[in-house]
Every structure is written in structure tokens, then in C-alpha cells.
């Protein structure tokens, strides 16, 4: 069983790197760009199953409308606002900067995704206004019922410590603010985008002011700039010399067309076009599971290769069983990998760190077992050195 008592601290003793001035940065990104426009997604270091794997994946991406790339792994559960996973990797990226100076609004935030996935599933079912007023009713009077409705104890615990004062950063009662404007809402209740945000103008607030150091990250399997959107709007893009790349070409204009500056390029995770150790810190969501076991261990070591000090990695589909369960899908992979030969496979490259069952840690931190997918892990990694 992964542990469940999980910090965001790394393991190993971090080297922070103090931010060289702005077009530094910029040019840096445009290296990486300009590196993968090179670097043909048919390197000629991978084997010709391998080139006829990236092929098929290219095309299982490339039928869509990029309008639909540009929306669809940003909403409902999948939305990095309130997405847990979404969540850690901001998380992952504050205490690479800050330590833990920010421990506490982190907790605060995660309750926060953990709420709002609760009420979205309510909003998602049969109820309407009439439920949602009854849920803020119970909530002030401290009740865990309304109206025959259960209401989980970490909402409960949650709503009591609402507004909360963490440093100089006040946390507002969110929910006495999102339930108010669900019962006055004419049609279904819904989550509204100025509720959603809560925390983007909290941690805009709250970091705003801090001394500007600086790390190099890069994200395999940017999408349209899925995470990147939210790292940018909660203040995090400042500190960051970042750049992303992804296999689908429409996924990169949509990126480069709502981040101009940022360095998004075309790559492939099994030829990343970058020299050893280029960046600080590396990141990737619901990347792995979708490629052949044999192209997997080589974006893993890739992975490992480009970075020098951390890796946060997302799996959707993961299991405590011994063997990788493999499951082809049209042009793709749906696997369900394992856990221990995952993190056994990181460790013979050279990281290790935290393997962390979402609902696991969700259940044993805050009590909520509302997680809508029970084979959710993140890896926390540092670099062995």
C-alpha cells in the first residue's frame, strides 16, 4: 500500500536556483522550441514499432476539433481548479519554490477541490435549488442532514472553519458564498466560475508579493495548455522557466494562441528534444498509461534523463497488483500499470519519493471518500544524488 501520510516535501535536499531576469527566461523557452521543431517525432533512436506507435497516437489526437482539444480536460472533474491531482502538481511547483510557507492555505485548497467535487456531483444528479438550500441550512446550523440528505463530515468540518485567517491571507466561506448563489439561481444549481476561482485570486494574493526566485520546469503532455492556464492564473508563470510540449499539433496552436510567450512546442515524450538534465523539475498528468509498456519505460526514462531535481507525475489508472495490465484501445493504450514495478522503475533511474493514493490520503487526511476515481496515484520523486 502507498503511504498515506504524504507531504509535498521533497526527499532529497533541494537547490533552488535564483531567477535569471525575464528574457533569459524567454529565450530559454525559445531554445526548446526551435530544439523541437528539429528533433522529427520519428527519432531515429526509437525502433520502427515504436515510430508506428507515436504515428497512431498522433492520429487518435489529431481527429479532434481543436476546439474540443482546447475544452475538454478542463472541466467537470477534470478541472484543474478542483481537480486533486491538478492540485498537488501546483503544489508540487509552490514547495519547489517556497518550502512549506505555504502548508496551510495548501491544506485549505485541497479541502476546497475536495468540497467542490461533492457539490458538483450533487449539482450533476436530481437535485435542485430547494436541495441546495436545505444542504446550506444544515451547514449553519452545524447538522450533517438536510432534509435526508447526508452531508460528509469533512463538508461539515470544513463550512465550521470557514473564514479562515492563514498568515496575511484570509480564506473566505466559499461555500456560504456558492450555496447562496445556487439557491438564488432560477434553473438547476451549478458551480459557478467566480466560485471556482476562489483560489486563484488567494494565491495571486498571497504570492504576489514574494521574492521572485526561479526553477525550470517542463511538461510532457501539455495538451492545450490543460494546467499550464491555472499555473499562469493562480501567479504561479512568474517564477516558472517553463515549457511544454505534446505530441498533437492542434493542441500546441491552442496553447500558443492563449499563451503567445510561453515556449509550447511539438514533441514526443519517448524523444524528448532536450539535452541531460535541462530542467529543474518535470511534471505530467494521465500521460503513461496510454502508451505500450515498451514505449512507457522509455518515456520514463526520458523523463528521468531531462530533469535534476523532481518529478510530480499524475496516473488515472494504476493498481497495487505485481503486473501491468495492458489493454490496447483503437490507436492508443488503456493500461492499468502497476504500482511497485512504476516506482521500482523510477528507482533504477535514479528517483524515488511518495506514491500516493488519492483516495487513500483524501480518506485518511480529511476523511472524504467522495474521490470520483479510485485508481488515481501521484508520484512525489526526487533525484537520488
Given at each position: 500500500m502507498a503511504a498515506a501520510g504524504f507531504s509535498l516535501r521533497l526527499v532529497a535536499k533541494r537547490t533552488r536556483m535564483l531567477a535569471g531576469n525575464r528574457a533569459d527566461f524567454k529565450e530559454k523557452s525559445a531554445l526548446f522550441a526551435v530544439r523541437c521543431a528539429r528533433n522529427s517525432v520519428n527519432d531515429d533512436a526509437m525502433d520502427d514499432s515504436l515510430k508506428r506507435?507515436?504515428?497512431?497516437?498522433?492520429?487518435?489526437?489529431?481527429?479532434?476539433?481543436?476546439?474540443?482539444?482546447?475544452?475538454?480536460?478542463?472541466?467537470?472533474?477534470?478541472?484543474?481548479?478542483i481537480n486533486v491531482q491538478s492540485i498537488l502538481t501546483r503544489h508540487f511547483l509552490i514547495d519547489a519554490l517556497f518550502g512549506d510557507r505555504f502548508a496551510a492555505l495548501m491544506e485549505h485548497e485541497l479541502r476546497f477541490g475536495m468540497v467542490m467535487n461533492w457539490l458538483l456531483k450533487l449539482a450533476k444528479s436530481a437535485v435542485g435549488t430547494e436541495d441546495f438550500q436545505a444542504i446550506h441550512h444544515a451547514l449553519r446550523q452545524g447538522a450533517d442532514n438536510a432534509e435526508g440528505l447526508l452531508i460528509p463530515q469533512f463538508v461539515l468540518q470544513t463550512f465550521a472553519a470557514l473564514p479562515a485567517k492563514v498568515g496575511k491571507t484570509v480564506v473566505p466561506n466559499y461555500l456560504d458564498g456558492l450555496l447562496s448563489d445556487a439557491v438564488s439561481a432560477s434553473e438547476k444549481p451549478a458551480l459557478e466560475a467566480r466560485n471556482l476561482a476562489a483560489f486563484e485570486v488567494l494565491w495571486q494574493e498571497a504570492l504576489q508579493k514574494e521574492q521572485r526566485q526561479g526553477i525550470s520546469v517542463l511538461e510532457a503532455a501539455c495538451g492545450s495548455a490543460n494546467d499550464y492556464r491555472f499555473i499562469h492564473a493562480y501567479g504561479l508563470g512568474g517564477w516558472l522557466n517553463y515549457a511544454g510540449f505534446d505530441l498533437c499539433e492542434k493542441n500546441i496552436r491552442n496553447a500558443r494562441v492563449l499563451f503567445p510567450k510561453v515556449g509550447f512546442a511539438v514533441g514526443n515524450v519517448m524523444a524528448i528534444a532536450s539535452p541531460d538534465k535541462t530542467f529543474d523539475y518535470c511534471f505530467a498528468q494521465d500521460l503513461l498509461e496510454h502508451l505500450s509498456v515498451e514505449a512507457m519505460e522509455l518515456a520514463v526514462a526520458e523523463l528521468c534523463r531531462v530533469t535534476r531535481q523532481g518529478l510530480c507525475l499524475g496516473f488515472f489508472n494504476m493498481h497495487e497488483g505485481e503486473d501491468h495490465v495492458v489493454r490496447p484501445v483503437d490507436d492508443y493504450h488503456w493500461n492499468t500499470l502497476s504500482m511497485a514495478r512504476t516506482r521500482d522503475l523510477f528507482e533504477q533511474l535514479g528517483f524515488a519519493g511518495q506514491m500516493v493514493h488519492i483516495d487513500t490520503f483524501l480518506k485518511w487526511r480529511f476523511g472524504c471518500e467522495e474521490t470520483h476515481n479510485k485508481n488515481a496515484y501521484t508520484f512525489v520523486l526526487s533525484a537520488q544524488c
Open positions: 506507435e507515436t504515428e497512431k497516437l498522433i492520429k487518435s489526437w489529431m481527429q479532434y476539433d481543436e476546439a474540443i482539444l482546447r475544452d475538454y480536460l478542463v472541466e467537470d472533474v477534470e478541472d484543474p481548479r
